[in-house]
């Protein structure tokens, strides 16, 4: 019999975790939590597909928990389900900005409640399968040996290989959403680099078969790398960024 996901449920009210439970007990496992840091701790321990939170809590509320889970890149897409008496538009718009995914009003609907968590553990398990062959498919880049980025058309970084992190000295998303050129290129190559990139991501030209020019490292060292570049598409022709890959020349010579 295959494991069933777990459902954590927070609330200070004893009376509506076991509420909550009953409606969901036949079809998943559920762990309850009675405060916002037992909530926190259950999840290190635990590991829950999903999350009931309650919203008013004593000690720590919902709102504080769920920017603590949606800021972590553990759990980042732990779905997180905000519940709440209250029904304001300020309430709900400061759940979004804190990353919650989905609400549900106090007193909780069976069918509202078994049908939100159903839709969300199936985005969840598409989302896990999405990331876990993302992650199958950096390991073959990684094992190939070469420093990996994909940038998009305003020059910033969206994907990095671990080579590239390790050669480079920065941890593994300390690179995301950064401009390529002006985080790591020097000042008297970056002008030219940029210049050959957007020529190319616009068509007005063609990408050399390589091109090599010098990367600064996070402690400021300069290493000189061989890039070999690829402009890629989307699904219309459109060009959208390219994969640069780069092997690290100071280990050559």
């Known amino acids: 019999m295959p494991d069933r996901d777990k459902v954590l449920i927070v ?10 439970g009953l409606y969901l007990k ?21 590991k829950p597909d999903i999350i009931l939170l309650d919203v008013m809590m004593p000690d720590m509320n919902g709102y504080e928990v769920c920017r603590v889970l949606k800021t972590s890149v553990e759990t980042q897409f732990l779905p997180v389900v905000m519940v709440t008496a209250l029904s304001g538009k300020d309430d709900r718009i400061k759940g979004i900005e804190v990353g919650a995914d989905e609400f549900l009003g106090k007193p909780v609907n069976r069918l509202e409640l078994v049908t939100r968590v159903r839709s969300l553990l199936r985005i ?14 950096m390991n073959y880049i990684d094992v190939a040996g070469f420093i990996i980025f994909v940038i998009d058309s305003d020059m910033k970084i969206h994907l990095v290989n671990t080579k590239g992190n390790d050669v480079l000295g920065y941890g593994e998303f300390e690179l995301i959403g950064h401009d390529f050129i002006e985080s790591l290129v020097p000042e008297e190559e970056a002008d030219d680099l940029r210049s050959q990139l957007t020529k190319a991501l616009e068509e007005e030209s063609e990408l050399p078969e390589y091109m090599e020019h010098k990367v600064i490292t996070k402690d400021g060292r300069e290493i000189p790398i061989r890039w070999y570049d690829v402009v890629l598409e989307d699904d219309d022709g459109n060009t959208t960024g390219v994969l640069r890959s780069g092997e690290d020349l100071s280990k050559l010579r």
Do not use: T
């Open 11 to 20: 609330d200070d009210e004893q009376a509506i975790v076991e509420l909550m």
């Open 26 to 46: 036949s079809d998943y496992e559920v762990i309850p939590a009675y405060s916002g840091q037992e909530a926190l701790d259950k999840v290190k321990s635990e």
């Open 124 to 137: 969840k398990h598409l989302q896990d399968k999405i990331l876990a062959e993302r992650n199958e498919a």
